[in-house]
Antibody, heavy 122, light 107 residues
Framework: QVQLVQSGAEVKKPGASVRVSCKASGYTFSDYYIHWVRQAPGQGFEWMAWINPKSGGTNYAQKFQDRVTMTRDTSINSAYLELSRLRSDDTAVYYC???????????????WGQGTLVTVSS | EVLLTQSPATLSLSPGERATLSCRASQNIRNYLAWYQQKPGQAPRLLIYDASNRATGFPARFSGSGSGTDFTLTISSLEPEDFAVYYCQQRSNWPLTFGGGTKVEIK
């Protein structure tokens, strides 16, 4: 079955960087965009970025433009999110999610990874 | 940025009752609206896409309707497993945005 498995929880100090991984299985990795979406405690969802696994092309939400980097490694069907200059308000569960429609960036998300809690605290 | 406003924030109902959830967009998003179900400690699951198409694995008691700026998710008769938080999401404009959610709780 289609599945996304993320790396484990992280605790970081303000100003540090974090890298979260997302390993895909059960489908052709290069056919579907991968997105990152975060959910702060008790809050709704915020879309952050996508990557086209085939080309490596990326698109970032303006809010994160200068702090986020998405990469992928097609040899192991994995995508990565790196967020730098962390602040306390970056504390959230970070989800990777596959685009629902093959080859389309602007789409729904299905499935989602299990989520990775990133805690930023001094 | 397209703002999605969900109402009510909380819906208190009993099993067997009908649930009607609303999602209003700040501008015309055609039918590019999805609904997700999220249970505590779990990732969201895609429930409805393109306003009215049910995703795999969800029963027919779930239905979506609407276009333009006003959308509705209806659960015809609540089952115990349906008590959860429901979010809408639009894919008409960048950035992709979500509503704040409606919690369907047991009365």
């Amino acid at each position: 079955q289609v599945q996304l498995v993320q790396s484990g929880a992280e605790v970081k100090k303000p100003g540090a960087s974090v890298r979260v991984s997302c390993k895909a299985s059960g489908y052709t990795f290069s056919d579907y965009y991968i997105h990152w979406v975060r959910q702060a405690p008790g809050q709704g969802f915020e879309w952050m970025a996508w990557i086209n696994p085939k080309s490596g092309g990326t698109n970032y939400a303006q809010k994160f433009q200068d702090r986020v980097t998405m990469t992928r490694d097609t040899s192991i069907n994995s995508a990565y999110l790196e967020l730098s200059r962390l602040r306390s308000d970056d504390t959230a569960v970070y989800y990777c999610a596959r685009g629902y429609t093959s080859g389309l960036a602007g789409t729904e998300f299905d499935p989602w990874g299990q989520g990775t809690l990133v805690t930023v605290s001094s | 940025e397209v703002l999605l406003t969900q109402s009510p924030a909380t819906l208190s109902l009993s099993p067997g009752e009908r649930a009607t959830l609303s999602c209003r967009a700040s501008q015309n998003i055609r039918n590019y609206l999805a609904w997700y179900q999220q249970k505590p400690g779990q990732a969201p699951r895609l429930l409805i896409y393109d306003a009215s198409n049910r995703a795999t694995g969800f029963p027919a008691r779930f239905s979506g309707s609407g276009s333009g700026t006003d959308f509705t998710l209806t659960i015809s008769s609540l089952e115990p497993e349906d008590f959860a938080v429901y979010y809408c999401q639009q894919r008409s404009n960048w950035p992709l945005t979500f509503g704040g959610g409606t919690k369907v709780e047991i009365k």
